[in-house]
């Protein structure tokens, strides 16, 4: 492994099975193990151990690390600070600008210069108009990997079994710096999934639903490991489907958020290929293995879900919600702005207009959706219908630009976050729900089922 530090290909390989084939660990342990440097002893950090178990403090191998245009000048400043004029891997060190792209004001695009000067004194990654979690699941997240971000959604990687998750900026100028973390191995929820979706309801409000229950703090650093319980419910998740959970789960404080590689992960995987050279290491939880809860979600007990305004737990469903007109919808972000979410927005807006009083805009969430969008013909059917189609930004999601809110307005979004002023003033009100239900609310000019316009 390239990755690893005992830098022996004989010893390496023996590691890696050995960790792989114990039983007894979760997915979590096993992919700090295979990546672990040192475990903390008493007497400090050391090796005692082949595997690390959940709580102990290791040192660990980084084989990406990221950050955007919001965290990223605090960690080229710390690490100036730090005194660092070199860093230690710029093949596994990723800049996204995304944000807001392009620059809405000078104070922006000065920002944007500083990183573009560190990506060229550095030699590193530099992407530019696609969201950082989807570029990273369309180009190089692999199985196994750890991946580190200054993005709390850094998370949705999990989607292809990659150990991912979000950190700090001057943490992730650290990881640049050495290739190294620390972390403390999480305890695991596993959580069974069965059943099938009614009409209307889609993998969004299943995250929704999940977060309502456990609340807001109810996985705080725990790994949440999704499994199915039949061949055909694990084929009612496409990996869009595994993206929008894995990304949404930070907000319930989950440390990671992993799928099992299964055929519709190498599919995906063989379909979209790796641009660096990533080893994929398929890792399983052992039968054995010990977890925090286990419990099982049956699908078909789910029904549309909205959560808001201002609390990400505060979940209803559409029918108990009562009604609220809108000033807004908004379908994209890094949760909800994939092909399959721009589908189901143009199913339901298809030979249908806008309701007179709602603005909608609609945000894909890289350039590679944004050209699938268009070869679809699903952009034709947004600008007929009287939204707005913009490039692959962050902007209304984080509330900059390209859909920002003012005083008092009220938006139903696909976006990540509803916290009070997220998306603009601080007296805006934002609601979250599935691509589906805000499309079909942005028709009625408030909080709609979708069930009726998807027949």
Known sequence: MSSS????????????????GDDSLTFAEKAISIKNVQIKANSGFTRPKVAAAAGDIVIVNVDLALAQDSTGPLAIRSLSEMGIERIYDPSK????????????????????????????????????????????LEYLANPGMIILGADSHTCQAGCVSAFASGIGST??????????LWLRVPETIKINLSGAFKKGVFARDLILDYIGKVGEDGANYKALEWSFSTDEVKERFSIDSRACISNASMECGAKISVFPVDEITRNY??????INDAQRIEIQSGTSAKFKDELEIECNNIEPQVSGPDNIDKVHSVDELGTVEIDQAFIGSSTNGRIEDLEIAARILKGRKVHKNTRCVVTPSSVKVYEEAMRRGFVEVYLESGAVFTNATCGACVGTHLGALGENEVCISSSSRNFVGRMGALSSKIYLASPATVAASALEGEI????????
């Not at 023996?14 to 792989?20: A, F, K």
């Not at 709609?448 to 027949?455: G, I, N, V």
């Open 448 to 455: 709609t089922d979708a069930k009726r316009y998807l027949q």
């Open 269 to 274: 995987l063989d379909q979209n290929p790796r």
């Open 5 to 20: 530090l005992l830098q022996n290909p004989q010893r390496d390989a023996d590691h890696l099975q050995r960790v792989l």
């Open 171 to 180: 943490e992730i100028a650290a990881v640049w710096a050495t290739g190294q």
């Open 93 to 136: 060190v990723l800049l996204v600008i995304d944000h807001t792209f392009p620059a809405a004001d000078e104070k922006v695009a000065n920002l944007h210069s500083m990183i573009r000067d560190f990506v060229s004194k550095h030699n590193c990654m530099l992407v530019e108009g696609s969201i950082s979690h989807q570029y990273v």
